[in-house]
């Protein structure tokens, strides 16, 4: 089956401890994106990818990383500076064309919760 | 700037009747595309419906149908005949086709009442 993998589905920080999240896809997308979701609130980007090897910043990457080293997989970080980390993180992918309908799929979500 | 407003934070519907999530947006750019996606309490956003900025019909999906005004720069989603399953958080989102990035709404919470 085609999709958007994201593991694990919880996870527990401890103060001052980096996580990385897990996002793979199988549906032959360029882009990739990173988005955090607190209660009450809408997603924010924290980063996305057009392409391998490329990834840019969204409105909130200060205290997380990412890595784009092959097309299926787009790994985030979240290091000890990010000071409130406990959130809903999503996925997701598109074709990355420009221009046209460009629909967005999202993973099942990690939630993240610092002990 | 981007902006997508979603005014509505809670919403009630009896079973089987229709109900309108409203959004509106804010744009310079003269080409974009506005979706819809509903989030059940499992968390995972679902894909529900596309319209393009230059679509000339308002998009339908089934039960969905988005009814596009772009004077007035509104998006809003309309449930026919809404089921128990219905029940989810519902965000409106825009791509401005000049770029990749995409933009959300606050979303809006629907409960169908039995």
């Known amino acids: 089956d085609g999709g958007i993998t994201q593991s694990p589905k919880y996870l527990f920080r401890k103060e001052g401890q980096n996580v990385t999240l897990s996002c793979e896809q199988n549906l032959n997308h360029d882009a990739m994106y990173w988005y955090r979701q607190d209660p009450g609130q809408g997603l924010r980007l924290i980063y996305y990818?057009?392409?391998?090897?490329?990834?840019q910043k969204g409105d909130i990457a200060e205290g997380y990383s990412v890595s784009r080293e092959k097309k299926e997989s787009f790994p985030l970080t979240v290091t000890s500076a990010q000071k409130n980390p406990t959130a809903f993180y999503l996925c997701?992918?598109?074709?990355?064309?420009?221009?046209?309908?460009?629909?967005?799929?999202f993973g099942p979500g990690t939630r993240l919760l610092v002990l | 700037a981007q902006k997508i407003t979603q005014t509505q934070p809670g919403m009630f519907v009896q079973e089987k009747e229709a109900v309108t999530l409203d959004c509106t947006y804010d744009?310079?750019?003269?080409?974009?595309?506005l979706f819809w996606y509903k989030q059940p309490s499992s968390g995972e956003m679902i894909f529900l419906i596309y319209?393009?900025?230059?679509?000339?019909q308002n998009a339908t999906e089934g039960r969905y149908s988005l009814n596009f005004q772009k004077a007035r720069k509104s998006a809003n989603l309309v449930i026919s005949a809404s089921q128990l399953g219905d029940s989810a958080m519902y965000f409106c989102?825009?791509?401005?086709?000049?770029?990749?990035?995409?933009?959300f709404g606050t979303g809006t919470s629907l409960t169908v009442i039995p």
């Open positions: 319209q393009g900025s230059y679509d000339q």
């Open positions: 989102a825009m791509r401005p086709n000049t770029g990749n990035q995409f933009y």
């Open positions: 997701a992918s598109s074709l990355g064309l420009a221009g046209g309908q460009e629909t967005q799929y």
């Open positions: 990818s057009q392409i391998v090897n490329d990834f």
């Open positions: 744009t310079s750019d003269p080409s974009y595309g």
